[in-house]
């Protein structure tokens, strides 16, 4: 199962390079090539200013359920949602539980940021999207969508916020729920040739 793949990445990757002396090296070399004087950097905030609002989350993930209702796939917007609130919460639960211990890296720091927060509500917001969407016109929004994700994890390593295990994390982790969400979705779809309302009339 896809979902599974994802959260064993998810665990290779904390393993790898937060519980590592290669790993945590790694992310530190790239962690300080952000530079806080240059115009990248004042971009780079003003970009995650904007990707991290709470209102403009909760307006892209509304426009996502209207899509799906639109598009008759209120099922795949609703799970969606609800894979794009569960990657929120574990985000923030595992930058609150996974240890990041001190292996004598220099300039590297004992608290835990993995995954990113901002990165996991783009790449969630993306599957939420790609969920609802006809498979005909969803890898013309995928496409765009993926380079919008890699703007933001971009961004929170050029503003010094994140580092580079942070952002794979945050991908994986909403990768994981999305693909869970797709297969909640397809197990519970309707027979062909009936509706969502006749399938659960007939118990399905």
Known sequence: ML??????????????????PSGQLLDQQLLDRADR?????AQ?????????????LAGL??????????????RAGLAGAIAFAASIVASRLLKLVLPRPDLDIAGSTTHNSFPSGHVTAAAALLIAFLLVLPPRV?????????AGVAAV????M???WHRLSDVVGAVLLAAAFGCA??????RHAPAPGRTADHAFTAGK
């Open 37 to 41: 004087g240059s115009p990248a950097y």
């Open 3 to 20: 979902a599974a793949a994802c959260v064993i990445g998810l665990a290779a990757s904390c393993a790898l390079f937060v519980w590592t």
């Open 158 to 160: 050029t503003a010094g």
């Open 153 to 156: 994890g971009a961004a929170t």
């Open 44 to 56: 780079a905030v003003e970009l995650l200013a904007i990707t991290g609002d709470p209102l403009v």
């Open 138 to 146: 969803r890898w013309w929004f995928a496409v765009p969508g993926a």
């Open 181 to 186: 969400a797709a297969w909640a979705t397809e």
């Open 61 to 74: 993930l509304t426009a996502a359920l209207v899509v799906g209702a639109l598009c008759g796939r209120w």
